[in-house]
C-alpha cells in the first residue's frame, strides 16, 4: 500500500486570514516597525535667529537716517556760525564774497511746488473718481495701469520732454496768450522764454499727478458701499451721492495724498533744473526764471570751493530734508486716519 507524502501546512498571510483574527502589528506598515522615531526640534533657535534679523534690518533704517541728519548738521556748521538764521531770510547768493542767502531758494521751491499742485490736484481727482465710480471695469485696471506708469518714468526723461516739447509750446502759444489775457494780473508779464518757473510747475504737476490719484483711489475704494447706496436711496444725484457720501468721508486720506504729492514736488531735481531758469531772483511774474533748493545743489555742489560755500549748500540740503521728512509723516498721518482697519477693495 503505498502512502503519498502530506503537504507540509503553511502558516496563512496576514492578507488570506479573517479581519477578526488579524494582530495590530499586521496594519502597521513595515517601515514603521524598524525605523527609528524622529523627533522634531521646537525651532526656538531658528525663531531667535529670524526676530534677531529683522529687528536689525529696521534698526538699520533708522540708522541711516540718523546718519544723514548727523552728516549734514555737522557738515552745515561753518554756515550756522557765519549767517545763523539770516541765513533763510537773505536773498543775496554771491560766492565770490562768500555772502549767501536761501530765501531766493526757498521761494523757488515753494512756488513751483504750489503751482504743480494747483494744476495736478483737480486732475487727480478727477481720475480717481472716475476710476473708482464711473470707469467701466473692463477699462478700470488698464486706466489705473497707465497713470501709475507716469511715475516710473525717470526724471531725467521728463526734464528732456519738457526741454524739447513743453517749452517751445509755452513761449509760442500759451505764454502769450496768458500775457494778454491775464497780464493785469502780474502774474503773467515779461518776455515769454518757456523757461521759467511755469514750466517748472507744469512739469512737476505731471510728476506728482500719479502719486495723488493713486492714493485718493485708494482712499475712495475704502469708502463704505452702504454710504453710497444710503446717499441714492434718499434721492441724491450721482453727483450729489459723489460729493456727500465718497468724497466728505475720505477728505483726510485725498488731503494726505496730495500733501504726499508735495513731499514729491519739494525734492524733486534733475526735470525742474532742466526748466526753471536757475536764476536767485525773486519774481512776481512765472514767466520769469527761478531757482530751488533742489536745483542749487544739482548745479553748484560740485563746484563749490570754498568751506563757507561748501556748507551754505549743505546747510540748504539739511533744510530740504527735514521739511519733505515732516511733510511725508504728516501725509502718511493723514492717510491712516481714513485706511486703518479697511482693506481697498473695488466695489461693484
Not at 565770490?96 to 503751482?115: D, I, K, N, R
Not at 536745483?295 to 521739511?323: H, K, P, R
Request: charged residues 10%; neutral net charge.
Amino acid at each position: 500500500m503505498a502512502y503519498s507524502a502530506m503537504p507540509t501546512p503553511q502558516p496563512e498571510s496576514p492578507a488570506s486570514q479573517p479581519i477578526e483574527a488579524r494582530k495590530v502589528s499586521d496594519f502597521t506598515p513595515a517601515t514603521n516597525r524598524i525605523a527609528p522615531v524622529l523627533r522634531i526640534s521646537n525651532g526656538e533657535t531658528g525663531d531667535q535667529i529670524f526676530k534677531f534679523a529683522m529687528v536689525l534690518c529696521g534698526a538699520a533704517v533708522l540708522g541711516m537716517l540718523v546718519l544723514i541728519v548727523y552728516e549734514l548738521v555737522l557738515r552745515s556748521g561753518p554756515s550756522w556760525h557765519a549767517f545763523g538764521l539770516n541765513f533763510f531770510a537773505g536773498s543775496d547768493w554771491n560766492p565770490v564774497s562768500e555772502h549767501f542767502g536761501a530765501l531766493p531758494f526757498v521761494y523757488g521751491t515753494l512756488v513751483s511746488s504750489f503751482l504743480a499742485l494747483i494744476i495736478a490736484v483737480p486732475l487727480s481727482i478727477g481720475v480717481a473718481v472716475f476710476t473708482t465710480e464711473m470707469c467701466p471695469p473692463f477699462l478700470r485696471g488698464p486706466l489705473s495701469f497707465f497713470v501709475e506708469l507716469l511715475a516710473a518714468i525717470p526724471s531725467v526723461v521728463y526734464g528732456l520732454w519738457a526741454v524739447f516739447v513743453l517749452v517751445p509750446i509755452l513761449s509760442n502759444y500759451v505764454e502769450p496768450f496768458l500775457a494778454r489775457t491775464l497780464g493785469w494780473t502780474g502774474f503773467f508779464e515779461g518776455p515769454p522764454y518757456g523757461i521759467s518757473m511755469l514750466a517748472a510747475g507744469i512739469i512737476l504737476a505731471i510728476m506728482i499727478i500719479p502719486i495723488i490719484s493713486s492714493i485718493s483711489r485708494e482712499v475712495l475704494m475704502v469708502v463704505p458701499q452702504h454710504q453710497r447706496e444710503a446717499a441714492l436711496a434718499l434721492g441724491a444725484t450721482r453727483w450729489e451721492m459723489i460729493r456727500i457720501g465718497v468724497l466728505r468721508n475720505a477728505r483726510a486720506g485725498i488731503v494726505g495724498g496730495i500733501i504726499l504729492g508735495l513731499g514729491r514736488a519739494l525734492g524733486e531735481t534733475m526735470a525742474v533744473t532742466m526748466v526753471i531758469g536757475n536764476r536767485p531772483e525773486i519774481v512776481k511774474s512765472l514767466f520769469a526764471p527761478g531757482y530751488t533748493m533742489a536745483s542749487v545743489l544739482a548745479n553748484e555742489f560740485t563746484e563749490a570751493t570754498g568751506d563757507v560755500y561748501l556748507s551754505a549748500l549743505i546747510e540748504i540740503g539739511l533744510a530740504l530734508f527735514l521739511v519733505t521728512i515732516i511733510v511725508n509723516a504728516l501725509a502718511r498721518l493723514l492717510v491712516w486716519t481714513v485706511t486703518r482697519g479697511q482693506h481697498s477693495a473695488a466695489h461693484a
